[in-house]
């Protein structure tokens, strides 16, 4: 019982010592962070959508300093290889003579990933992400080589550049537990950004959180129970966001084509345990759920005709949704 | 955690869950309780519209069958149970803990939980003995109950003491007063112009309540109704005889050429046009001018020889009007004719009033004999009319209805007095003219109306080139090149928008129509 206790409190401690360290560099966007380290938490992976300039790469090279783990960073062109990422085969020369294939591992070895503008890429570079993010490994040739934990992807891309880039495609977006959106800063944040960001030395933000200790983070989450009422929830959610299902609501029949996959299910079930330790409590309730619902469910659902014409925010849907879906059943 | 503390741990969130439990159920007793409240105003209510309350046998039963009823009710709602999720469910909302006892109960249901399973149910556990369950749900007398018991009790009282004021207020006449087949809006108007009627129906309910009381004995009650009866059959019989009086005046002033429209229509018994005809005769005499005029008019009434007697008010105020017009006192005299109009008027009423009765009389026995006849299949809709008719003439005499109908079948033998409108429309046009046909109504006029209509449009509208052009798969259509209605104000926010709003729909419209069709075709292609 203690035990469980001094866990918690452990997490709360840990979790607290990174968002105020970056918070160090990072002005605002309290919500981001805190989704950034549910992903990184939750064995999942995130992708950042923003306007450029509002401190997407910023955030995630803080996280990295602030972990000291391993970080990569991939600038996705249109002429980006899947070998550019992932790594290839080399022809290498031994001192005898012989010559043999010797993996080159690419950037994707690593513990933090950021790839940076990915709708940039083609979907056959984007594709290259897929294995990695779902099995942690990667297939060259005959051999697959496991990544290292934690491994955490953190994309960002611009909403607003249609011209030159590839939308993502539906089963490389699925496998963004949170789709995260930054907003523009207010205006005493962008006081405390000028402040900080126009004098001789910049802040740093200093590894407070290392390998083991993320790990152990991570056991602690997932230990979270749920009970089946809130888990119940949280599936009658996601089966609200199918179109012409029996739980479905006249927004998600009108404009959207595909709902969420049980991966939302996973990803609303593992924010609200996050949510649940943050809020010093052992279970996750239906509130928690709630609180994930935006960024778990709003990337995995798939617009129609209709709704792309009509430039349906699928946040619009979901509000409505949260607003009909009733807590739990007695 | 060893097990005596878990047993503790789930025996206490158990223990303060069914004792919320008991008071939810306290609670929708009470809610029924109120509920019943209402139920026993509205039989209470009932029982005195109906006349129930007064009679003991019936007024006990009915009390006996609703307090088993509410009693069953009652105890219904307060011994089933649903379980302890409801209680938890309520008490987590209650004591803002986020679900935590509802995910407790859950826990304590698995067979195999973690140590964090049970540590939760420890924290619950905890939490649950800081709550109070009369404080989680306490037991409220729902605000509907005060309302309930406040009106139900009142009735009671009432009801019990019956005071005099409610006895005099005989709800069991509402009904057939709030009865539309027998209730006449005209009554209070019949009640003030045929006072002996309304005598009679007086004693008649005075007997009625009698007998209600049980004052009256058996044959006296037969005696006054056999009375009120006899009276009613001589006030019609004088009604009768005053149509006739009226006919026979209109044949006595059929000599005066002036006064010939006044005759006929006295003689055809339409009052109320007589009435007319009198006023506009006293307005002639109040706007006469000259001398001549008031000596033809004088002349006139001189020359209508009346003898009648039986209509002697009326015709005592023509003869005034006469003496008044010797005495050269138009305004008195136009008075005197006003007076007559008026008496006329009120006899025109009455006599409405006996046409509606008989052409009731006469619907009826029109029905009948055209139901005999249809079930014969043997004649003709024509002659059914025809017998049906003469069946109600031999029943209930020559009525208006069947003038009017006699008319509109060109029957010459028929008199023509009353207008050729809706039965009972006094104010239409006179006897002779054409039956008014109403709109055309067949299809093809409708069409051919509808087609003048579109073809007063000068120009065709956008949506109808569009569609005339993607008809004929020829949707070369230049949006842009189109004049543009919409104002750049409605356009997105970005302004990227090259395509007007008002066409907006039509294309999207256009676009959706291409993937239906070509999810279609790509079925039907998988099928294959």
Redesign the interface.
Known sequence: ?IE??KEIDRFHKQYQSVQAEMGRVIVGNQEIMGGILSCLLTRGHVLLEGIPGLGKTKIVQTLANVLNLKFNRIQFTPDLMPGDIIGTNVVREREDGEKYLDFQPGPIFCNLLLADEVNRATPKSQSALLEAMQEKSVSVGTITHKLEEPFFVMATQNPIELEGTYPLPEAQMDRFLFKLKIVYPTSDEMHEIMNRTTQVEEPRARAVLEQGEVLDMRKTVL????????QDYAIRLTLATHPNAPQSHPPTNKYVRFGASPRGTQALVLGGKVQALL?D????????IRTVAYPALRHRMLLN??GE?E?IDTDVILKEILKDTP??R? | MNDSTNTTDQSLILGFLARVDRRLRVNEALEGLSLGLWGLSGLLLVSWLFGIWERPTPRTALLLIYGVALAGFIAWVSTRRKGLKAPAGVADERSDSKDALKSSLDFIGLTERTRWMDFQIHRTAELAQGLSPAEIAPAVLPKPFHYAAGLALGLVALLSWNPSWLKEMDATTWFSASDPLTADAASAEEAAAFPEEQEQLQELDEALEALRQRELEMPESLRDLQAAKEALAASRLEMEQLEMDLENLGTELESTAALADLAEAMKSKDAEKAAELLRSLAEKLKNAQTSEELQALLESLKDANVQQADLADLLEKLEKAQGNMSQESLAEMAQALQDAANQLESMSEQMAADQAEAMGEEMQSLQAAMGQQQAAGQQQPGQQQQQAGGQATQSAGMTSSQLQMAQFQGDPSSAVPVDAGPAGDATGPGGGQEPVLGEATTLDVQLEMELLKTEERDEPIPEEIFERLSRQEKSTLNYEALSQRGSYAEDSALGHESIPWVYRSLIKQYFLSIVSKSEAKSESGSEK
Do not use: L, W
Request: hydrophobic content about 40%; aromatic content about 4%; overall charge negative.
């Open positions: 019982m469980i206790e230990s979270v129970p749920i009970a089946k009422s809130v809020n409590r052992a279970h996750v309730s239906v509130e928690d005709f209709e014409a430039h807590g739990p007695e």
